[in-house]
């Protein structure tokens, strides 16, 4: 596997590539991430993975500074997974000068994630557009466990006609059904044998809906007082259309519950997608 640091090595070595599948990451990767790696491998020639923790999708009182950088270990990872190349920018290679032009997301920004986290898909947008014009691959893969992200990054690239792809990869769990995350290795022991409440309270949404409950905002507040009545700090449980995470419409049957809630230290998010007749 290649390394390259600055984007004009980047931009040299990809040359005559064929079609370029692209999965960005901040690092410190997990099953998930190697499963979206996987994932690239089965979808184009040449596959390239990104490593940059980005100060701008970070608020100022979160964990940038905090946040696991695990880069050799991530490398052997990458090279195991049969990655081709990987760009990892130093925040001077990706950010020279202070990056006034930015991409700022329609209304969603404002709501579930980025209610609590503002200015966090703005922070976002901006990077992944910056790495698709440095990479300018045919296809990128994102995790459906940023359920938001994935949706704000693929109506963008929709939007400003990107010659791009977006794939979405799905959750990769625990056993028990916790989704994986960086994040997840800030739970104690206690902790972590109740988190994957998280994802049965979704599920058991999701049950309901299948079943034809349509009594969303009963479900919803149902959820987040059980996570509640134990011991977690709910942002957020919520169902939404799949497509733009509005609130769902009659005759849409594609739908997605998701939630967000701190649990100790971590905040973690998880969701679940419900496809009903209508
Ligand atoms: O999902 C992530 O790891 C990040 O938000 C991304 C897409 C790499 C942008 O920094």
């Known amino acids: 596997m290649q390394i390259h640091s600055a984007i004009s090595d980047l931009r040299a070595a990809l040359s005559g590539k064929g079609r370029v599948v692209f999965v960005p990451t901040m690092g410190n990767l997990h099953a998930g991430h190697i499963a979206l790696m996987t994932q690239a491998r089965a979808l184009g020639d040449t596959v390239v993975a990104s490593i940059f ?23 052997e990872k990458l090279a195991v997974a049969g990655v081709d190349l990987l760009f990892a920018p130093t925040e001077s290679d990706l950010y020279p000068e202070p990056q006034q032009y930015q991409v700022d997301p329609p209304e969603i920004k404002n709501q579930l ?7 966090h898909f703005r922070g976002v947008a901006t990077v992944v557009l910056k790495l698709f014009n440095i990479v300018q691959p045919q296809v990128a893969v994102f995790g459906k466990k940023d359920y938001q992200q994935l949706m704000v990054l693929r109506n963008m690239t ?11 990869g ?22 972590r044998r109740e988190a994957p409440r998280l994802n049965r309270v979704l599920q058991a949404i999701a049950d309901a809906v299948r079943a034809g409950n349509t009594n969303l905002s009963q479900l919803e507040q149902a959820a987040a007082a059980e996570l509640d009545a134990h011991g977690w700090k709910t942002d957020y449980v919520a169902v939404r259309q799949q497509g733009d995470l509005q609130a769902p419409q009659a005759g849409n049957g594609e739908l997605v519950a998701l939630a967000a809630s701190r649990l100790g230290t971590p905040r973690l998010i998880d969701n679940v997608e419900i496809r009903v007749n209508v």
């Open 113 to 119: 994630e980025g209610e609590f986290r503002p200015g």
């Open 53 to 75: 923790v980005n100060r701008l999708q970070f608020g100022p009182n979160e964990d940038f500074d905090k946040y696991p950088r695990t880069f050799a270990d991530d490398c």
């Open 170 to 191: 799905e959750t990769v769990r625990a056993a028990d059904g916790l989704a994986l995350s960086s994040r997840n290795a800030y739970l104690t022991p206690a902790e």
């Open 158 to 168: 929709r939007q400003l006609a990107l010659p791009i792809e977006i794939v979405g």
